[in-house]
């Protein structure tokens, strides 16, 4: 049976839908009010005005704002004739939707009744009201309109005029409608379900079809009704976790369930009255609303005080009585300063040792993030890493790592004294990038190791989830398989770029405290347990299992994240998540030794207060935020494919430019094709082994003959000011984020039109020499490309074992101190000398910018191709290499010396600390 292709849309989502369809309707009856419908186009428009407003029925229902009413309200003046009053209230509507204004207060109180229009005076009122946090409650039954207008009427009478929290309600009668609502309304924050709503729904319009596939695969229509109530919450505590539900039950209490309990944060019986469900939900907002350490550095910072302890800054004292630096204090405004503290007292609390403010914070970010313990870092992730690594690996452990990873890990292994074992990414050479790291090859790794009995000495797998270039990992997929083979295997994702990816659901299954919430609940169940049986059965001998075995299995899962690269923190928050179960028992001391290493005792509160406040963000609008910053990057995407002029010199990298097609089980190559619109990602995000994340949208920019380090700072830069990711040897990476505006995507569209037409220009204006030139260059970014080497080998004297994977990186690095012990080859002349017979081995870790990661590290040997890499390179920046020098490389006597003292345990035949001379090297090449 052929599987059904996802149907297509024009639309990347619904709410690109809604304001195009509202938009179309403001075209619309500005026709019909200036035409009316006396003529043939009148009752053309009219009928046009007729037909979008059905649509728009079938899209408002799911919304408050403006919702069903308005659409009834313009239906009903279309057939009273009342056309420039239509015209009027849709020009409103389609202003406070693109705008957002609808959420303040006042345009809320404007807009309760469709048929008045607020007058001057009481316009004026309304402007003063307080500023208000405005959200929808889903109330989930099946009502008459009667009911319906009866239910919202008590509760807007119950609501308290004062109160900061202000709500509306949208009412859906079925299962299916309550999913639907949920994926398009972003504004919904509690939810009510009255005992046992139907599941089929009767308002599927097909112009909802393309969004809303993935709900309608869910079949629950054979469950009786009274069960759909309990597993409508066991879904949407699933999908949307950070929402409050409530549920409304004749169920007697004796009957419910753990599961029903469990997801449900109240349980109210028919008889109770609706004050105490309204009181309830006000709570439940409140409760998350909280940022315990930012406002105790409020209410710090408005206590009046005497400071005799450090920082004269504090306070602000040394700077607003300052003569010279007063200008300092005006940039940054007197809160910043009030709120400067060496205190851990007062309402505040210690970083290192919290027991207030700063618990409460981290406790709340743990479950706001889905993890089982959080800890706030203040100097970045870098740091994070490093206590992840302290904290969990023993000197002689051995480190699964992509080789392609942040530097902080490499350090941080030299730090831990682990031996890493490199994986390689699988190259993407016409763009100068690594990929990601196939399971294929962790697997061989692991096989290998087993074969050679190093296996118990394997500790950790150290990828990077997502990468610089957005790839992103089959997390469930990669865990299940290594624990299969190794069951108690500590995973350390590096979720720097990845933060915001557990506020949508299509990102969240690919993150590491997702998947290992769930893998813990699926080992420990009994289901699993017999499938484990039934496939230990179905094995011929010698075979090996492909599942972990639940009694041995351990889900033990590190992530950390640059919440400041993707969500709202000042830099250099972070945060490290854990779900890891046997934290408690094995790990807390020596997390908790690690942390005070790397933690200093004067944190910046500053972004302490920013991650909590943060944490708040995200679990109110976390969910529309990082959906809208997807669509933003899809819509950049597609103007630019779909440009005529910007296509010519420019071209937006798609998934099968990143992923080779063995690992796309979906067969998904793009997120958008010119003149077919969006494919969905959902399948592709379930299944594929690797994904591409739309919002890093790379952009090669080879066919305008201008490298990537050239276009963007002398370009993109200096020209327009636009900062941008990181480059390749041909190509930019651009990022959007939930920051990202439709003003700031138009300039950056404005910005590359403008370039295009520069490069337009000057290609008219070449000579024939020039034009020959221009295309040898445009050839050699295009068609010629510098070889990705993979890792080669550590020299054998800092090898575990002998033709085992894994090196002595601490070793290696720590003997570079001595520099008789190095020396330096000009990189021209490395071939040269490897050709002459002698086995160059790097002494420091050489990291190119691009691609940003070490091409060698201490201990490895140097092979020809990642010499031809580096000889071909044209980038500026290489860390760890000195141009006027050469390749540091270790002289051929420290070398046997080392050797020596593995093998005799003493130096003595070869000093560590000899000079170097030729009979030696002579010796060293035989």
Known sequence: MNKKKPTPSLHYNIGQLRVDTWNTLRNQTAKLSASGNDTPSGKKC????????????????????????????????????????????????????????????????AANEWGKIAK????????????????????????????????????????????????????????????????????????VINYGPVFNSRHLAP?????????LKIDLSDQPVSDLGPLLGQFIRHFR?????????????????????NNFNRIFYRKEDLQELHLSIIRGIRERYEAPFFSALINYSRKPTGVFHAMPLSRGNSVFKSNWIRDFGKFYGRN?????????TGGLDSLLQPTGPLKKAQEMAAKAYGSEHTFFVTNGTSTANKIVQQA??????????????????????????????????????????????????????????????????????????????????????????????????????????????GFTYTYKQRTGMFVAQKLYKKYHSQEYQDEYQRHIKSLTVG???????????????????????????????????????????????????????????????????????GRRQVQFEGFELVEKSIEMAMVLRAKITDHPLLKKYFEVLTIKDFIPSEYRRSAMKEYYRSGEGWNRMEEAWANDEFVLDPTKITLSVGKAGIDGDTFKNEYLMNKFNLQINKTSRNTVLLMTNIGTTRSSVAY???????????????????????????????????????????????????????????????????LSYHENQCEYIPLNNCLKTMQEGRELVSASFVIPYPPGFPVLVPGQVVSEEIIQFLLALDVKEIHGYRPELGLKIYTADALISVANIAENGTAKKTPLHAPIGKTKRAKAKS
């Not at 910043?336 to 851990?344: I, P, R």
């Not at 290998?448 to 118990?456: I, T, V």
């Not at 351990?554 to 969500?567: F, W």
């Not at 590359?752 to 221009?774: W, Y």
Request: hydrophobic share 40%.
């Open 207 to 215: 112009i909802l079809q393309p969004f809303i596939e993935n709900i």
């Open 392 to 501: 969990i690996v023993e000197p002689g452990d051995v480190v699964l790592i992509d080789r392609d990873c942040h530097k902080s890990h490499h350090y941080g292994l030299v730090l831990a004294g682990a031996f890493p074992v490199y994986l390689d990414s699988y190259p993407i050479e016409e763009y100068s990038m690594y990929g990601a790291v196939p399971l294929k090859v962790i697997k061989e790794k692991l096989l290998e190791l087993k074969a050679a009995n190093q296996l118990d000495k394997v500790k950790m797998l150290l990828l990077t989830n997502c990468t610089f270039d957005g790839l992103v990992y089959n997390v469930e997929k990669v865990m299940e398989e290594v624990l299969a083979i190794k069951p108690d295997m500590i995973f350390l994702w590096d979720e720097a770029w990845f933060a915001f990816a």
């Open 241 to 261: 976790p950070e929402l409050n539900i409530y549920y409304i039950t004749d169920t007697a209490l004796t009957h419910l369930k753990d599961t029903t309990l």
């Open 748 to 814: 950056l569209m404005n910005a590359l039109l403008l370039i295009a037409k520069e490069l337009e220009g000057n290609a008219r204006s070449l000579n024939k020499k020039e034009r020959e030139i221009a295309k040898q260059r445009i050839h050699s970014l295009t068609k010629e490309f510098p070889p990705l080497p993979d890792f080669s080998h550590f020299h054998h004297v800092f090898q575990v074992a002998p033709g085992v994977p894994g090196g002595n990186i601490r070793k290696a690095y720590f």
């Open 46 to 109: 009219l009928a046009s005005v007729e037909s979008t407003l059905k649509q728009l029925a079938s899209i408002e229902r799911y919304f408050a704002f403006p919702g069903l009413g308005c659409v009834r309200f313009l239906k009903e003046s279309c057939k009273q004739s009342e056309y420039t009053s239509i015209s009027r209230k849709t020009n409103e509507v389609v202003h406070l939707l693109v705008s957002d204004a609808y959420r303040t207060a006042s345009s809320q109180e």
């Open 543 to 613: 075979e090996i299992p492909a599942l972990p075995d639940p009694e041995n299995v351990k889900i033990r899962v590190y992530s950390t994240q640059s919440t400041h690269k993707t969500l709202s923190s000042f830099r250099q928050g972070s945060m490290i998540h854990i779900w890891d179960e046997d934290f408690q028992r094995k790990t807390t001391d020596a997390f908790h030794e690690a942390y005070m290493t790397h933690t200093s005792t004067s944190p910046n509160y500053q972004i302490l207060a920013s991650l909590d406040a």
């Open 336 to 344: 910043m300063f009030l709120a400067e503290t060496s205190s851990t």
């Open 120 to 191: 001057k005076n009481e316009a004026k009122k309304i402007n003063e009201t307080p500023e208000k946090n405005y959200f929808e409650v889903l109330f989930v039954d099946d009502l008459s309109e009667v009911a319906e207008a009866k239910l919202r009427n008590s509760l807007q009478e119950i609501q308290d005029k004062e109160e900061q929290f202000v709500y509306k309600l949208v009412v859906q009668p079925s299962f299916q409608d309550a999913l639907i609502a949920l994926l398009f309304n972003y504004n919904i924050q509690s939810v």
